[in-house]
């Protein structure tokens, strides 16, 4: 979708007048540079209600929950985690440049937990208080960050016209975006979900997206590959809320601050790498975990 924008704006580009040559001999400007490391000021730390540590058979994942986008499927989340559900769970269906899901009771596909499913959050209301970071303005659309998620929304200028004075707005599913599973009706998921391998832009606005790992993609990726995945599977042996974990214990987790000057450096380095090829999913989102 972002790609099409920008190759729709470059057409139109092309159809204008040409804009005058540089003067022979004239420096160009230099490409801006990938930012070196971040600095202390950088670095935010997030709520630790609102992190998930998964400790898998392939290493330690965590995720941080994004509850200014899925509220209930936060909450939902969180319920499971303390009641012990997600303990010991298969990764049942695993493909390779897709995502690996979990969370099912059964470990089959087929079960839920004994909570009422959950009505979709697709979309949620971006209003000016919420905490955006602008990555790309595509004049009818915006593309940004909500803390370490991706997501498009409507033209803040359209925050006027409307009854709220917010705009629609929805994750872009790129690599380590946490998403729930559901059935075929809207309104049907309940409690597995799936982790990003890598990008999928099919399923926006079509799947609920409730938060994003930040550190530990690289133990997603390891996982067993199948559909279904053939025996034996790998697990979630323990899933806790970081809050939940004894302080003697509990891990430090910082990320980088989307509102800092090294993510802003970041921004304008991808861009001016990838030209009509920009994408959200393209822009690091560095951590530490200690």
Not at 121 to 145: K, Y
Request: proline share 8%.
């Amino acid at each position: 979708m972002i790609r099409t924008a920008l190759l729709a704006a470059a057409v139109l580009a092309m159809a204008a007048p040409a804009a005058a040559a540089p003067a022979k001999g004239a420096p160009v400007p230099a490409a801006p540079a990938a930012p070196g490391d971040p600095k202390a000021s950088d670095w935010r730390t997030p709520n630790p209600e609102d992190v998930l540590v998964i400790d898998t058979n392939k290493g330690r994942v965590f995720v941080e929950l994004i509850p200014e986008v899925a509220p209930n499927h936060v909450v939902r989340i969180r319920e499971l985690t303390r009641a012990g559900l997600y303990d010991g769970r298969k990764f049942f269906r695993v493909i390779d440049a897709f995502m690996a899901q979990t969370g099912d009771p059964l470990d089959t596909g087929s079960g839920g937990s004994d909570k009422p499913d959950i009505a979709q959050e697709f979309l949620f209301r971006r209003g000016p208080e919420t905490p955006f970071v602008l990555a790309a303005d595509q004049t009818v659309s915006q593309v940004g960050f909500l803390k370490s998620l991706p997501i498009m929304s409507q033209s803040a200028m359209l925050m006027a016209m409307t009854a709220d004075g917010k705009i629609s707005a929805w994750a872009l599913y790129c690599p380590g975006v946490a998403g729930m599973a559901r059935g075929e009706e809207t309104d049907s998921a309940n409690s597995q979900f799936f982790l990003m391998r890598q990008a999928y832009p099919s399923l926006e606005k079509r799947y609920t997206a409730f938060g994003r790992v930040i550190a530990g993609l690289e133990a997603v990726r390891a996982i067993k590959v199948g559909e279904p995945v053939a025996q034996p599977q790998d697990t979630m042996d323990k899933v806790r809320v970081l809050a939940d974990i004894p302080a003697a214990e509990r891990p430090s987790v910082r990320v980088i601050d989307p509102n800092s000057a090294w993510f802003k450096a970041e921004i304008e380095s991808v861009r001016a790498a990838k030209g009509a090829d920009f994408t959200a999913c393209a822009i690091r989102i560095p951590s530490e975990v200690k």
